[in-house]
Structures are given as structure tokens and as C-alpha cells.
Nanobody, 123 residues
Framework: QVQLVESGGGLVQAGGSLRLSCAAS????????IGWYRQAPGKQQRELVA????????NYAASVKGRFTISRDNAKNTVYLQMTSLKPEDTAVYYC????????????????RGQGTQVTVSS
């Protein structure tokens, strides 16, 4: 079974930067859309913050556009999320996964969830 391992989270002050990594144990990323989503403390709803398709086309949530950059290295089976100008409202557990994105913007998680990586931004 393919495993996803997210890493790179931590505690950072507002305005700081972090780079998250998502490594897959197999080649599950090839040909698929990969996304980063987050779940803030105390909130049930998950927010899709960025995704990248197999051609490298990226898409971002309005809340992170201009601050976050998603990229992928298929040879390393790894997807990255570079986060800059972090805000306290970015505090959440961040997850990556293979996704299906529908035309109406809804999305579906296709793989098994990893453990996530905690990002905490202090004010």
C-alpha cells in the first residue's frame, strides 16, 4: 500500500516561511493531480489550499494565492508546498494526497491519508 509522508511543519512567527514536503512510497503521484489541504484546529471542514496536475498546472485557494507555491518532482515522488508571508490563520494540520478535482471546484481524496504535518503561526 502506498504511503504518504508529510513533513516540514513547525512553529513560525507571522511573516515567516516554511517548506512542506510530501513523499510517496510508490509512484502514485505520476499522472495524477496532487493537492495540499489543511484542517484548522477545532474546525471540521478541510480547505484545499493548492493543487497541481500532471502537466504542472497549479491552482490556489484565494486565501493563499500569492503566498504559497506548490511544485512536484515526479522522479522523487515528492510534492512541495512553499509557504511565505505566513499568517496566524494559516495554522492547521496540512495533508497532501492524490485528488480528483471536479469542474464545480469540489474535490475528492483518492488515497489513504497520511499523518499530516502541523503548521503553527504565532502572531
Amino acid at each position: 500500500q502506498v504511503q504518504l509522508v508529510e513533513s516540514g511543519g513547525g512553529l513560525v512567527q507571522a511573516g515567516g516561511s516554511l517548506r512542506l514536503s510530501c513523499a510517496a512510497s510508490g509512484s502514485i503521484f505520476n499522472g495524477n493531480t496532487i493537492g495540499w489541504y489543511r484542517q484548522a484546529p477545532g474546525k471540521q471542514q478541510r480547505e484545499l489550499v493548492a493543487h497541481i496536475d500532471s502537466s504542472g498546472t497549479t491552482n490556489y485557494a484565494a486565501s493563499v494565492k500569492g503566498r504559497f507555491t506548490i511544485s512536484r518532482d515526479n522522479a522523487k515522488n515528492t510534492v512541495y508546498l512553499q509557504m511565505t508571508s505566513l499568517k496566524p490563520e494559516d495554522t492547521a494540520v496540512y495533508y497532501c494526497n492524490v485528488l480528483t478535482i471536479y469542474g464545480d471546484g469540489s474535490w475528492y481524496i483518492r488515497g489513504s491519508r497520511g499523518q499530516g504535518t502541523q503548521v503553527t503561526v504565532s502572531s
